[in-house]
């Protein structure tokens, strides 16, 4: 049994009370560990995120562990490490006794000096997010209900995280749409453009009874000898139906 219910009970209402309050998700991952610090023995956090279409997963935040085991943390393949397996078959596992269990999958933990472990996939609908593994220097085990409290906080974690995921998402179609609707309007100004240039091409060879490739080089030079570009000079010439002199 949980030896501290009280400091477990405020922080599932809390994490409860900051998901609906909108709060990223690595805002709910920090309460976690400082509310559930002393009572559960938590001392480190490794969030990992597994980006769409990945084998891998890639470091997203950590909190307690030393700067010199990042680089170890930074990528972990599918399968791989108890936070890798986990993702990959979307089962949470827990470890205790870390420092004398020879398994190999527990050499990260172990480099961290974990006592106890337990890593926990953040699985949203048929969507895989990532993992979010605790872990304690202190206690040889976590019990089955301390368990099953950060069973549901990492439930928490993952609602904030797939919402972040939706936001990004739509921030990301509607930047998509936005420059679509940009290169539709360069294009049609382009269009447009390219018709005015070709009607003051008309008219140059109308008046001068040159050819196209004559007319077109007349233009270009109008355009230098009257400091006017060769857009503004064409819609010059169509609107008056007048060369410049």
């Not at 986990?86 to 089962?91: L, M």
């Not at 301390?146 to 930047?175: C, F, K, M, N, P």
Request: proline letters at 5%; one cysteine or more; a negative charge.
């Amino acid at each position: 049994m949980i030896s501290h219910v009280e400091p477990a009970l405020r922080t599932r209402v809390r994490l409860s009370a900051d998901l609906a309050a909108g709060s990223p998700s690595h805002h709910l991952v920090e309460r976690l560990v400082d509310d559930l610090g002393r009572p559960l023995g938590l001392d480190f956090s490794i969030r990992y995120e597994l980006p769409p279409a990945a084998g891998e997963l890639r470091l997203h935040t950590t909190i307690g562990v030393a700067e010199q085991h990042r680089p170890a943390l930074e990528v972990v393949p599918l399968g791989d490490a108890v936070c890798g397996l986990v993702a990959e078959q979307r089962r949470p596992e827990a470890h205790a006794r870390v420092d004398a269990d020879p398994d190999e999958r527990l050499s990260l933990a172990r480099e961290l000096d974990a006592t106890a472990y337990a890593s926990f996939p953040l699985v949203a609908g048929p969507a895989l997010l990532g993992t979010l593994s605790l872990g304690s220097r202190t206690r040889a085990e976590f019990g089955a209900a301390e368990l099953a409290l950060l069973a549901l906080a990492a439930d928490l974690v993952t609602a904030a995280a797939a919402r972040e995921r939706d936001r990004e998402a739509v921030a990301s179609a509607l930047a998509a749409h936005g420059e679509a609707q940009e290169r539709i309007a360069h294009l049609e100004t382009a269009l447009v453009t390219n018709r005015t240039i070709a009607m003051a091409i008309g008219i140059v060879m109308t008046r001068l009874g040159v050819t196209e490739e004559r007319a077109h080089r007349w233009l270009v030079e109008a355009s230098q000898r009257t400091n006017r570009k060769v857009r503004v000079l064409a819609e010059r010439i169509v609107q008056t139906g007048q060369l410049p002199t």
